[in-house]
């Protein structure tokens, strides 16, 4: 009977562990779609001898407005994917402490 529950939770960390991987995924791409607004506005700023605020105030408006949006978004994806494993982390840390066994392996 203790061989089926050793399986079962080598299983279970095992999906646990998958999952971890897929929060650094979100996380990765969260700091990919960071890194886009930055390289938008270093853009802006390399071109802004070409043009005067107050004739381009309008889609300067606007593409600040989508910057905005996608660094919250990759906050949020940061956020959320930390938060994720951090819980995957407690939930492997629980499966260890249950079964003994689990400790050399993990």
């Not at 299983?11 to 390289?39: C, F, H, Y």
């Not at 001898?49 to 949006?69: E, F, Q, R």
């Not at 930390?82 to 249950?98: P, V």
């Amino acid at each position: 009977m203790s061989t089926q529950t050793d399986i079962l939770s080598i299983n279970q960390i095992q999906l646990l562990l998958s999952e971890k991987r897929t929060a650094l995924s979100v996380m990765r791409t969260g700091i990919a779609i960071l890194a886009l607004p930055l390289s938008i506005f270093s853009a802006l700023i390399a071109t802004s001898k070409m043009y005067t605020i107050s004739d381009v105030w309008l889609p300067l408006a606007l593409v600040s407005g989508v910057n905005l949006s996608l660094l919250a978004f990759s906050a949020y994806l940061i956020i959320h994917s930390l938060q994720r494993m951090r819980h995957y982390d407690c939930r492997i840390a629980a499966i260890k402490q249950n079964h003994p066994a689990l400790k050399n392996l993990v």
